[in-house]
């Protein structure tokens, strides 16, 4: 591997031998790379930033800067990239807003041109972001979550693994794990499809999970009843991730069903 002559690397940073920095790429303060990184042309990565084995950085992405929040006030706080993860052209990552807070991207998760991960947000490993997609601060997307194109997604929002959401799309809610959700945010059915690829799941996980989604999108319940219900019917470990990421409920309510309209109002706990 090499360091191009216009590379600029700052004396903090940690930069193996075998990571390979492009033309013009800048590394400022302490970053830490991991080993056989590829950093590309007029990347720039700064920081307390920490990037894993394998990964690449594409040009004109920038990793570890400050976070776009009105609060910061330029205490020390974390980027990390998990081992494998590509980021393509353009990219944002930002540090934690808060002093010793963090933003985390796990393993070998894909994101693709233009996309953005503000302040404070999680990723699990394998997620899949295209084009466009806008994370604000403080989002939590489990593993293997696939985020389509141009979707821009609330603060404090959560979406559970395994799920698909559309793109050109706005999410202002919890999604549940391996659910689909439509256009106007709304969950239309379960990733029945990226359940079976992934080769994860048995016959009756997957078939738990259908039933999960009809008993909370498709019965005359308000939801939280609906979880009541479902919540009896439980055995595999499907089922279990839905009900243990519903009872960790966070600051948003949860996505509602392509007939909400007709439901009865919701209970106490904001859910529809």
Known sequence: MAIHPTAIIDKQAHVPASADVGPYAVIEGPVRLGERVKVYAHAFVCGWTEIGDDCEIH??????????????????????????????????????????????????????????????????????????????????????????GNLAVHQFARIGGYAMVSGVNRISSDILPFMTIGNHGLCVGYNSIGLRRSGQFTKAEIDEVR?????????????????????????ERTGKEILAFYDAKGKRPFVKGPDWKSRPLADSDGTG
């Open 211 to 235: 039933r999960a989604y009809r008993t909370l999108y498709r019965t005359e319940h308000t939801f939280s009843r609906a979880m009541e219900t479902l919540r009896g019917q439980v055995r």
């Open 59 to 148: 040009p004109h992405t920038t990793i570890g800067h400050l976070p776009q929040d009105f609060h910061f006030t330029g205490e020390r706080s974390y980027c990390r990239i998990g081992a494998g993860t590509i980021l393509r052209e353009g990219v944002s990552v930002h540090c934690g807003s808060q002093p010793e807070s963090e933003t985390c991207i796990g393993a070998q998760c894909f994101l693709m041109g233009n996309s953005h991960v503000a302040h404070n947000s999680i990723l699990g490993d394998h997620v899949k972001m295209m084009n466009g997609v806008l994370l604000a601060g403080h989002v939590e997307v489990g593993d293997h979550a696939i985020l389509s």
